[in-house]
Every structure is written in structure tokens, then in C-alpha cells.
């Protein structure tokens, strides 16, 4: 069944299954998803307000224009999305112990958003924009890191040699996290 143009909220019935769904223009909103599994949905321009979508099972969902606000994706493995066509951008979520793996993420925006003990590897963020994020223990390995812009957010720690950072942008607060590498004692 496809769905179109459709507003889910907890008074409204929601879809007997998740998997094999077309979801395009939709909003989703305070609701509890924890844990279900979508394989093979497609999410096309939607909208999740005030969800929690932690450990949701992503394996080939097609996230397509799919913007998420103060949402809950703990635990979510977005390198299990197909690629085609791959665009989010999330705002006051918390993505803490998230993975990207192989993702075209450029462009994308990340805005104070708790993105703790998250994995980028092997990403495209060319331009992305990391805006007042907490990415303590965040890994980062194998980007193209780009123009991006870091200057807002805090306790990165990145290896600039395993990542290309060319035109990146990082304040004077993040020089420690980008000279970890070097195990040297740096005084402010």
C-alpha cells in the first residue's frame, strides 16, 4: 500500500507493517518507533517530528529528502539504507552510537544534534554542515570531509591524514582534537 501526503501522529491508525511501504510526503509525529523494521520502504520527502526511531531496522529503505526533527535515532545503522539517492538532514536529534558507512551525505545538515560515539567511514560529506553537534568519541575515518563546517560543534576528534579536509572549517577550540595523533599537551 502506498501512503501520500499522509500525517501519522498516535490518534491516527498507523500501517499494520513497516516493510515493503511507499511513504511520500508524509509527516510523522510524536510517535514511538523504536525497533521496528522497514525493509525496503521507501521514505520520499517526509518528515518525523518528535520520534523515536531508535535501533529501527533500515536494511535497502531509500531515505530520499527525508528530514528529521527532535527525533530519537540511537543505535541506527544508516549504511544499511540503499544509496540511491540517499538525503537527510536532521535537526535537535540525538544520533548517539549512529553509523554512516558508504554515505553520500553532502550538503547534509546536522544541527544541534548529540552525536556521540557515532561512526562516519568512507563518507561524502563534501559541504555538509555540523552546527552546535556534540560529536565526543564520534569517528571519523576515510571521508571527504570537504567544506565542511565544524566550527560550531565540540569535542571533535578526528586524524586529519585519514580523512580529506581540505576547506573544512574548525574553531580554535577543536585544534586540540584534530592533533590527538601527536599525543601532545596543549595549554589554553
Not at 513497516?18 to 523504536?34: G, I, R, Y
Not at 540511537?74 to 539517492?85: E, H, I, K, R, T
Request: hydrophobic share 35%; proline share 2%; charged share 25%.
Amino acid at each position: 500500500m502506498d501512503y501520500y501526503k499522509q500525517v501519522f501522529t498516535p490518534l491516527v491508525e498507523l500501517p499494520d507493517q513497516w516493510v515493503n511501504q511507499e511513504f511520500e510526503h508524509c509527516t510523522f509525529k510524536k510517535l514511538d518507533l523504536s525497533r521496528i523494521e522497514c525493509t525496503n520502504s521507501n521514505f520520499i520527502n517526509c518528515r518525523f517530528d518528535d520520534c523515536n526511531l531508535t535501533r529501527v531496522g533500515l536494511g535497502n529503505v531509500k531515505l530520499y529528502d527525508v528530514s528529521f526533527f527532535s527525533c530519537k535515532l540511537a543505535y541506527v545503522d544508516f549504511g544499511q539504507c540503499n544509496a540511491f539517492g540517499f538525503h537527510v538532514n536532521f535537526q535537535e536529534c540525538q544520533l548517539d552510537n549512529t553509523a554512516f558507512l558508504n554515505r553520500k551525505l553532502k550538503k547534509a545538515k546536522f544541527v544541534d544534534c548529540s552525536i556521540i560515539e557515532a561512526h562516519f567511514i568512507r563518507c561524502e560529506l563534501v559541504g555538509a554542515l555540523f552546527k552546535n553537534c556534540n560529536l565526543e568519541f564520534a569517528k571519523f575515518d576515510g571521508n571527504d570531509l570537504t567544506q565542511v563546517d565544524f566550527s560550531s560543534s565540540y569535542n571533535i576528534e578526528l586524524n586529519p591524514d585519514e580523512n580529506k579536509v581540505k576547506k573544512a572549517k574548525f574553531s580554535l577550540q577543536n585544534l586540540p582534537g584534530l592533533l590527538t595523533k601527536y599525543d601532545l599537551i596543549i595549554n589554553g
